[in-house]
């Protein structure tokens, strides 16, 4: 089971980035701000947010004791910030001045790696704040990159699809190509995997891109040996662009996010899916599990983080989107009901829901009436959550078989006024216009948009009418 603590709705745009250290979490957004919350009661920080970058915050992390807190920006800085006060302790500027799109401490804290747009890599020396080392990828731009536990190799990925690893003297060992349309996100466990044919340990790297895909890689690092890296299986589940990945602790689980709006989280061992996540409204940019407590935060272009207490004793039938297509909801028992209530944050609604033996065709076909006068729910509020949350999973049945070339995009909803940008791409108009409204980019290839003209697609609105005629006989 996977229940919804809490809901953090404090950021004023897109949130891009969210990190856990022992005792907190950080998020960072489009809104220029990093926010901070105790993880005792998820409440802000009395010094949060931290302002000071000028434009975008792509990413924050913590230094390995938790005493400082890293955040880089469309600006062209990385930021340090003094988590017992909030004070800025330094602003390292990115060599060319190319807007940075991830930051990582080394487990030995001594450095800190900065990735920018322009494919430079940069290692600062967090004591000094002297730049140490850098290099470029050879192609795109710097999406991501991941740490090895010893901290002596790092792996980067980018906008071209590659896996790169380098070694601390920032000397290229080993290039990839991995994700034909880019490389979103990548972590590697710290727990090693022992390989029975030499015996050796290799680590668990996860990657995901544009490609829609998770895929899983061993990695040897070895001085002596230099560094081997094996394709390990493909992880499927999402159907849009995987924008973030993340291990657990322990490394037994692995959480992904996605175009697709849904947070999948995975056994490592198996690959199977755990639990299938459908809260966020927009776009799942980032997932983190916490490091010393069942908790996962999963952030969204909708603007909140979601903080997630995975129970993992009791694996629940009934809280997943993958479990609602296998069990159409209309045949779900009255279990199913109560399992799928608890994953909505309604479990105050369980034994209600029991007493009055309501099971998923009952569940359907429930009505601010029914609830009010047969079910008794006085709250015109209680009432209206459980409405949105069970007209959210009506929504769920139809886009499941809902073709792609249908959805916008941007909301990945069925398409009710679509219009051709100057891209090529098909968009509902709304979500258009108020992509446009904040940026001059694609939201399908990220390039400029030589002309904001929106162009009725009339041929694509006729054939969405027909289908929808279908789809009520």
Same mark, same amino acid.
């Given at each position: ?12 745009? !897109? ?30 920080? +009395? ?18 004791? $938790? ?21 800025? @302790? ?16 080394? +487990? ?23 730049l140490y080392r850098s290099g470029k990828v050879k192609d795109g731009?710097?999406?991501?990159? *991941? ?70 890689? @061993?990695?040897? %690092?070895? !001085? ?40 999948? =989280? ?22 983190? %599990? ?8 999963? $952030? ?18 009934? !809280? ?28 105050? %609604? ?9 099971? $998923?065709?009952?569940? @359907? ?11 008794? =729910? ?24 809902? +073709? ?5 995009? =941007? ?5 009710? !006024? ?12 709304? *979500? ?15 390039? +400029? @948009? ?24």
């Amino acid at each position: 089971m996977a229940t919804l603590l809490h809901t953090l709705a404090d950021h004023s745009d !897109d949130v891009n980035y969210c990190a856990f250290s022992s005792s907190c979490l950080a998020t960072c957004s489009l809104d220029k701000t990093i926010r901070v919350y105790s993880l005792s009661n998820f409440t802000e920080l +009395p010094y949060s947010p931290l302002e000071g970058h000028t434009y975008a915050v792509h990413c924050c992390c913590f230094s390995p004791s $938790g005493r400082v807190l890293a955040s880089c920006s469309t600006d062209g800085t990385t930021a340090l910030w003094d988590t017992r006060d909030g004070r800025r @302790l330094a602003v390292l500027e990115q060599p060319g001045a190319s807007p940075v799109r991830v930051c990582r401490f080394s +487990p030995q804290p001594a450095y800190l790696l900065a990735g920018a747009a322009d494919g430079s890599v940069v290692l600062w020396n967090v004591q000094s704040l002297k730049l140490y080392r850098s290099g470029k990828v050879k192609d795109g731009s710097l999406m991501a990159c *991941a740490f090895s536990p010893s901290g002596n190799f790092f792996v980067t990925g980018s906008s071209s699809g590659d896996l790169t690893i380098w070694d601390d003297k920032m000397r290229c060992l080993y290039n990839e190509k991995a994700h034909d349309l880019g490389v979103t996100c990548c972590d590697i466990s710290s727990h090693p995997v022992s390989d029975s044919e030499n015996g050796f340990k290799y680590f668990q790297m996860a990657s995901c891109g544009q490609d829609n895909q998770i895929k899983l890689w @061993l990695i040897l %690092f070895a !001085d002596f040996l230099g560094v081997q890296l094996k394709y390990k299986c493909t992880l499927n589940g999402h159907s849009a662009p995987v924008l973030a990945c993340a291990f657990s602790c322990d490394g037994q689980m692995i959480v992904s996010g996605s175009v697709d709006k849904c947070v999948i =989280i995975y056994e490592t061992s198996t690959g199977k899916t755990l639990h299938t996540l459908s809260q966020h409204t927009r776009y799942v940019t980032t997932c983190a %599990f916490a490091p010393h407590s069942p908790l996962l935060a999963t $952030g969204s272009m909708d603007k909140t983080v979601h903080i997630w207490q995975l129970d993992l004793k009791q694996p629940c039938a009934g !809280d997943t989107v993958e479990n609602e297509s296998k069990v159409a909801v209309e045949d779900w028992s009255e279990d199913d009901v109560s399992a799928w209530l608890c994953a909505q944050d309604l479990s105050d %609604f369980v034994g209600l829901f029991k007493m009055n033996n309501i099971d $998923g065709k009952e569940l @359907l076909n429930l009505t601010k009436e029914s609830l009010a006068n047969e079910l008794k =729910i006085e709250s015109l509020g209680l009432r209206s959550k459980v409405l949105q949350k069970i007209e959210e999973l009506r929504m769920t049945m139809i886009s499941v078989s809902v +073709p792609d070339e249908f959805l916008c995009p =941007i909301t990945r909803e069925l398409m009710n !006024d679509p219009v051709i940008a100057t891209d090529g791409y098909s968009y509902e108009r709304e *979500a258009m216009e108020n992509w446009i409204s904040n940026r001059r980019s694609s939201p399908m290839t990220n390039l +400029p @948009l030589h002309s904001l003209m929106l162009t009725p697609n009339r041929t694509l609105k006729m054939a969405i009418s027909r289908w929808l005629e279908t789809q009520q006989k």
